[in-house]
Structures are given as C-alpha cells and as structure tokens.
C-alpha cells in the first residue's frame, strides 16, 4: 500500500484525546478584536490561529472546540469580521480567529489595509505556533487561499488545513476536493503534512484537532 502525501490526521488514542478534551475543558472567553498590532494582547502565551474565506466556518470551529456557542456572536459582530478575534481557552492558550478573506465586493482601501495586518500579523507574532488554514470541504483550495497559503510559506509558520463542513459533502465528492487539495498544499514548503477533516455541526474531527492543539502548549 502506498501512503499519500498529506494523509488526514489520524484518531487521537486514548491518551491524546484525554489531554485534548482537558485543555478545552477549561474556561474560554471573548478578550478584544484588534485592528491594528499595537492592539495585540501581550505575548505571554501560545496562540493558534485560524484563517479562512468568509464563511468557510472559522468562528463555528472555534464555538465547537471550545465547547462555547455564544462565543461566535461575539467575532460574529458586524464590524468585528475585519478584526483579529482574540479568545482565551484556559489560562495558557489564545485561540485566534483572524478576518476572513475573499469578500467578492469589500472596498479595495479595506482589503489592502486587512492584507496589511494580516502580513503582519502572520510574520511577526513570536507566540504563533500553527495557523490553521479552513477550506471548505466541498470547493477545495481557491486562489485567495493559495494567496494565504504562499504568505504563510514566507513567514516561518507552519499551516496546517483543516476541511470544514465535512457533514455537507458525500464520500465520493470527498475524495475528489481532497485530492484538489493534496495538489494544492504539495507546492507550499510551509504546510504540515496533515489534513484534518472537521464537522464543526456534527463533531466530526473536533477530539483530533483538540488533541493537535494540545499538544503545541
Ligand atoms: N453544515 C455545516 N454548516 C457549517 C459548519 N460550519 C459552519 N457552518 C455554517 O456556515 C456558515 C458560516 O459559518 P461561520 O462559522 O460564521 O464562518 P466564518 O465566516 O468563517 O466565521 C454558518 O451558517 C454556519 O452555520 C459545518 O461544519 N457544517
Ligand atoms: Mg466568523
């Protein structure tokens, strides 16, 4: 049998899943949205962040890791989708949702001053331990995600994919968008060599990427 490149990440065992579900037991809260990076909350702990489309799912994956459903109203805000969305989970992790991209019709001025930030975000924050890049699971990797995807290689961040919405698509269309996406992440030297697959409606993947999280604090 032949391993593919960038397999999904296997079932935590017993242990991981232990060690995962106790980190995201802990307490999480809503800290401040910042829009610039004198804004940022001081550098005293691990972060991982979460970047992806509009859309795609970033806020309900945060609410499911974290157990928490009334945490997403809060990045959910209008006016707080352009703003990096800073949470607490317990008293040693940020958990980091950052805006969304590929809004079809937000004003130029708006998207160059968000590239910006996000530029400097990714590049010169010396607590980020991974960004999680979501695509969807039924489009695969769209040219504003390779955008991302190229940033992250130049910024010394490992990236790791995580497929959303995984409860929407069947097998078959499954396999084909993750191929897509195999292609995709072959061509950037920053992407870790595993793909999580997630349901952030029925669960699916939360315990793994729990215990993934868990094991970067
Ligand atoms: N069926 C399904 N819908 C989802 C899932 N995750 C998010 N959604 C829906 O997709 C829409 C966008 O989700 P949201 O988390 O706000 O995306 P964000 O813009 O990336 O923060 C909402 O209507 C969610 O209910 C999922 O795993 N399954
Ligand atoms: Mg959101």
Known sequence: MTSLPFPLAA?????????????????????????????????DRIEVCFAGRSNVGKSSLINALTGTKGLARASNTPGRTQEINYFTQGPDLYLVDLPGYGY??????????????????????QTLRRAFVLIDA???VKAVDDEIMKLLDTSAVTFQCVLTKA??????EREKVLAQVRGALARHPAAFPEIVLTSSEKGDGIPTLRSIIAHLV
Do not use: C
């Not at 579900?21 to 401040?32: D, H, I, M, N, T």
């Not at 130029?108 to 930030?117: G, H, N, P, R």
């Not at 409860?167 to 078959?172: E, G, I, L, R, S």
């Open 167 to 172: 409860d929407k698509v069947k097998a078959a």
């Open 138 to 140: 039924r489009h695969g």
């Open 104 to 125: 079809a019709n937000a004003p130029l001025k708006i998207v160059e001053k968000w590239q910006k930030l996000l530029k400097q975000y990714l590049s010169g924050r």
């Open 11 to 43: 079932e935590p065992d017993e242990l991981a899943a232990e060690t995962g579900r106790r980190l995201f037991a802990g307490q999480s809260e809503f800290v401040k949205g910042v829009v610039a990076m004198s804004g940022l909350p001081p550098a």
